[in-house]
C-alpha cells in the first residue's frame, strides 16, 4: 500500500456558515470536535465528523484570527483584530474574562497543559501570559525580546517558543529564565511542533518549512513547493510525525516526508489561500480552512 493511501485526501465534509475568509480551524484534543473563527468576527463549534454547526460564539469587536480549547473541552480562547484575548465557557457561549494589554492587534492563543495560563501573541512584538485562575486582567509575565510581530507560539510543559516577522524562532525556559534564539533570516508565520516534542517545525515567507531541532536549533530539513509569501498559513505534522503539512496561497495542500522531504502528496483543498491546516490526535482526519470562507474535512 502507498503512503499516500494512508493519507486523508478525499473531502469528507464541507463546513459552511462564516462570512467571509476563516481564519483558523482547529481540533479539540480528542478530535471530536473542531472550532474554527474568522473575518466575520465569529467563533464557531461544529462535529466536524457529521459537517454539523454546533453553537456560534459572538463578542469580538473585530476578525477573530485564533482559537483554543482547554484539554477538557470545558472553555476556549480567542483573539484577533480587536487587541483582546477572550476566555470562554464553551457550554453556556459566556465570556468568562477579556484579558488586555496588548497595544496592537493580536495572532495566536494557546493554553498550557493545564490550561491554568493563557499565552498570546502579539504585533506589539511581545509574547504576554495569562494567568485564568486569577480573577486580573492583567498580564502575569510580557515577553518582549522580538524585534518585528509575533505570528504563532507554542507550548511545552516548561517553554514558551514563539516565532517571528523578525525571523526568529525564540524558546523561553520558564523554570530558568533562559531564552534562545534560532535565527532563520525569513519572517516565520506559523511555528508548531512534532508530537514526540523534538522537533519544531516553522512556515516562513520565503514559501518553505523548516525543520528544527528543539534542542540544539539545528536546522534538520527543508521543505518546499506550496507558495506563502504574504498570508498566515498553517503547518503541522500528522499525529504519527511521519508527514510535514502545509497550506498554500495558490488553494493546495501539501504533504511531505518527514525525513527526505519529497512531496508524497499535493491537492487542491480550495479555491482560495489555505490559512490553517489542523490533523486529528488520533485518526488520518484533517481540517482545512481558507480565505473562500469554508471549512473542509479531509479523510482517506
Known sequence: M?????????????????EGAVLAARFNGDGNYALTCGKDRTIRLWNP?????????????????????????????SCGGDRQVYYWDVSTGRVIRKFRGHDGEVNAVKFNDSSSVVVSAGFDRSLR??????????????????????????????EIIGGSVDGTVRTFDMRIGREMSDNLGQPVNCISISNDGNCV?????????????????????????????????????TNSDAHVIGGSEDGLVFFWDLVDAKVVSKFRAHDLVVTSVSYHPKEDCMLTSSVDGTIRVWKK
Open 49 to 77: 465528523h457529521r459537517g454539523i454547526l454546533i453553537k456560534t460564539y459572538k463578542s469580538h469587536g473585530r476578525e477573530v484570527r485564533d482559537v483554543h480549547v482547554t484539554s477538557d473541552n470545558a472553555k476556549f480562547c
Open 129 to 158: 501570559v495569562w494567568d485564568c485562575r486569577s480573577h486580573s486582567v492583567e498580564p502575569v509575565q510580557i515577553i518582549d525580546t522580538f524585534l518585528d510581530t509575533v505570528m504563532s507560539v507554542v507550548l511545552t510543559k516548561t
Open 2 to 18: 502507498s503512503a499516500t493511501a494512508e493519507l486523508p485526501t478525499k473531502e469528507a465534509h464541507v463546513l459552511k456558515g462564516h
Open 201 to 237: 517545525l516553522a512556515g516562513c515567507l520565503d514559501s518553505t518549512l523548516r525543520l528544527l531541532d528543539r534542542t540544539t536549533g539545528e536546522l534538520l530539513q527543508v521543505y518546499r513547493g506550496h507558495i506563502s509569501k504574504s498570508f498566515k498559513t498553517d503547518c503541522c505534522l
